[in-house]
Structure formats: C-alpha cells, structure tokens
C-alpha cells in the first residue's frame, strides 16, 4: 500500500505512478483512517516538501501507524531539495528505503512557477526516475537517494520551524472579483480551513499552504497578497 498526501498533484501523480509499476494501490491520507497494515508487502509514503520539512497531515498520519515487518519506503517530491525532511520522518516511521523527487514547483508564493516547457521536461525526467525507483523497490533494495542540498540541517530544523510558526497565515488571503462563488476551494482543501459564506471563500486560521486553492481555482480569483499576483498558476493536470 502507498499513502500520500498531495496538493496540487505532484504526490498524487508519483503515489499513483509508483503504484500502477508495482501493482500495488495509491491511497490519499485525508480520508481520516489508519490502516491495517497486516499482510502488506510494502507500505509507502509519498508527499511533498514544506520548507525543508514533512508537512503536518503526513507527520500526524505516520505517528498513528502501526509498527509493520513489510519493506517501507519514503519518496518526497520537491522542488529542488529536501534537506534533512526523510531522515527526520525515518525517526518516527522507520524507513527502508528513501527518495526525493524533483518535481514542477507549485509554490507560487514564493516565486514565479515554471514555464510549461520547463514542466513538461521535469515530468519527463520524473517518469524515467519513478521508473528507476518502482524497480528498485520491487527488489526490496535498501536505497538512501535524497537530494538534501546545502545546509540541510539548518534548513530543516531552523528555517521548517520558523516556516511553521509564522508563514502558515492565511491573512494574506483573498479573493478577487473574478470570483464565481463555485466553492472548488472550499472542497478541496485539506486543512478543511476554507468555507463558503455569501458565495465568497473565507479562510478560518488552519493552513498547510499546500497552494491548492490559489493553483486548482477555474477563474485565478485567488491571491495571497500582492505575492501571487500576476504569476503563473499550477496544477499537474494541465500537462498529463
């Protein structure tokens, strides 16, 4: 079994990659339940990268798991580098085997996302690796191929921790008047954080900032401060 958790699809894609390669099943975490890991040969976790850290609904998920003999493996998607986000997840999960996996960025907060061409050759490059990958695990093979980039323990530890502490606000929020009052946001996010009051999304506290609602909305209403406007929007959708 492969669990993910996903925003705007990236995870969502390699989980169900890896998946399809292995003959084995992808599973989204927010459905709320723990599994029974009994009789599995292989338990996975597959999820993206928040400021050089695992994000909060993957963290919670795996400390309710249940100890298991089968071989488990961790493939984080990121823009660049992970820094020390496997090794820290490996402490509470023990894992067999890790991966990171560059991916298209989707985090439009902090720069402009990438040209389609540049998506389309990261795609690319991702497949052949995911190849790689679902081969290596299918042998049980013990593989530790992290880009963790300079300064890992800093950024993991000092930088994910100031990120979780005051970057998560959802203040900046708002909504343009090309806003349809569709609720697409409102279902699809996984902080469950977003409501639909007068035919407007409003935003309680919670945040994972997994950009779902600024990348995934039909009209780019959304925007997050004066940060987002005018760039590129993302979802892996518009390229499979």
């Known amino acids: 079994m492969i669990f993910y958790f996903s925003g705007t699809g990236n995870s969502r894609w390699a989980a169900q990659t890896l998946a399809e390669s292995l003959g084995d099943t992808a599973k989204s975490i927010l459905d709320g339940t723990i599994p029974n890991l009994t009789g599995e040969a292989r338990v996975g976790l597959v999820f ?23 071989f488990t493996f961790g493939l984080c998607t990121c823009g660049a580098d992970a820094g020390q986000a496997m090794k820290k997840l490996s402490k509470i999960f023990p894992l067999d085997s890790s991966y990171s996996l560059a991916m298209p960025n989707n985090y439009v907060v902090g720069s402009e996302l990438d040209a389609p061409e ?35 323990f ?74 987002t406007k005018n760039r590129r929007r993302y979802c892996i959708e518009q390229y499979l």
């Open 48 to 70: 993206p990268i928040y400021a050089w850290g695992v994000p909060e609904p993957m963290l919670d998920f795996v400390k309710k798991l249940p100890k298991t003999d089968a």
């Open 118 to 152: 540049e998506v389309r050759e990261k795609l690319a490059a991702a497949r052949k690796l995911l190849e790689t990958i679902a081969g290596e695990i299918g042998r049980r093979e013990r593989v530790y191929r992290v880009e963790e980039g300079k300064l890992a």
């Open 154 to 227: 800093l950024k993991s530890n000092l930088i994910n921790k100031g990120f979780n502490g005051y970057a998560r606000s959802t203040k900046p929020f708002a909504v343009t008047d090309r806003c349809v009052g569709c609720g697409q946001c409102a279902a699809l996010c996984p902080a469950k954080t977003i409501t639909m009051a007068d035919g407007k999304p409003r935003w309680g506290d919670k945040c994972y900032q997994c950009m779902a609602c600024i990348n995934r909305c039909p009209q780019k209403a959304i925007e997050y401060g004066e940060s």
